[in-house]
């Protein structure tokens, strides 16, 4: 048996008992579902990153929430990690206020589509005023503003075979959720941080805001939502840059 095969027997077992279900049958199929086997999962550090992956993914359930702070909490100064690009064409739709940028959604949904600025603007609205913390140790609260990616997710259709939301900005700094996070409530596509317009600096004109996982997941200047039934054909196919610079694809806290 394949180190492979092992560990999906120790997933699945595992949702069995926690999850009081009847059986790995039924352990499997939510273990497909929700993909509980991370893309990054592969070599040395492997099984480690599968095990905290699980775990989390079972204890947590779909409902659980980030905390959510008021608005005299809000930090005074927002630091920056990742510069926008120096390069077009995110320079061109920067120096147009992005009247030309649109967002792509595409891959496995029904009705592939393109919106602009405004036709995401003009969507139902959600606010949110959460921690971000930065795996190089610092962290802030702030107040975002977007709509819901489940939403967005919901107008185009996600296709039954879809199992990851793939995030593709201009600056290649890729990175990906399951499906469990892309529908999350919490889980935005933002364009106004503390009331104002996002600035270049934090992502404009669109960014991924992912309020239970690490500050690299929140996604800044956005290109493409692609999604996915596997991630092994893009990049190195863990799921994310990340991994390739020493961080894992899931990022929870
Ligand atoms: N496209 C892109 N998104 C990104 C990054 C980046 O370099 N490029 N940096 C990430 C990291 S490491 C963090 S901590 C947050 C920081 O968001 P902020 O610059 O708005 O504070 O953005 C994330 N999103
Ligand atoms: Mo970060």
Redesign the pocket.
């Known amino acids: 048996m394949s180190e492979f095969l092992n560990r999906r027997k120790l997933i699945t077992g595992g949702l069995a008992s926690v999850a009081g279900i009847a059986g790995l049958a039924a352990a499997e199929r939510i273990a497909d579902r929700y993909g509980l086997i991370p893309p990054d999962s592969g070599g040395v550090w492997g099984v480690g990153e599968t095990l905290t992956y699980a775990a989390q993914r079972v204890l947590m359930s779909h409902h659980s929430m980030a905390r959510e702070f008021s608005r005299s909490e809000v930090s005074k100064g927002?630091?920056?990690?990742?510069?926008p690009p120096k390069t077009d064409p995110y320079q061109r739709l920067l120096a147009n206020n992005f009247k030309d940028w649109r967002l792509t959604v595409d891959g496995l949904v029904a009705r592939p589509a393109t919106f602009s600025l405004d036709q995401i603007k003009r969507m139902p609205t959600s606010t949110q005023i959460t921690h971000?913390?930065?795996?190089?140790g610092?962290s802030?609260i702030a107040e975002w503003h977007g709509v819901a990616l489940s939403y967005v997710l919901n107008f185009v259709g996600v296709s039954e075979r879809a199992k990851y939301v793939v995030?593709a900005?201009?600056?290649?700094?890729?990175?990906s959720l399951d499906l469990l996070d892309a529908y999350h409530p919490q889980t935005l596509l933002a364009y106004n941080?503390n009331g104002k317009g996002?600035s270049a600096?934090?992502?404009a004109p669109l960014?991924?805001r992912v309020a239970r996982q690490?500050?690299?997941?929140?996604?800044?200047?956005?290109s493409r939502v692609t999604l996915v039934d596997s991630l092994k054909n893009i990049g190195t196919g863990r799921g994310s840059i990340n991994p390739d610079l020493g961080y894992s694809w899931y990022a929870g806290i």
């Open positions: 927002i630091p920056v990690s990742g510069l971000q913390a930065c795996e190089e610092w802030f995030f900005p201009y600056d290649g700094m890729w990175d941080l996002l600096d934090h992502g960014r991924a690490l500050g690299y997941k929140s996604v800044k200047f956005l």
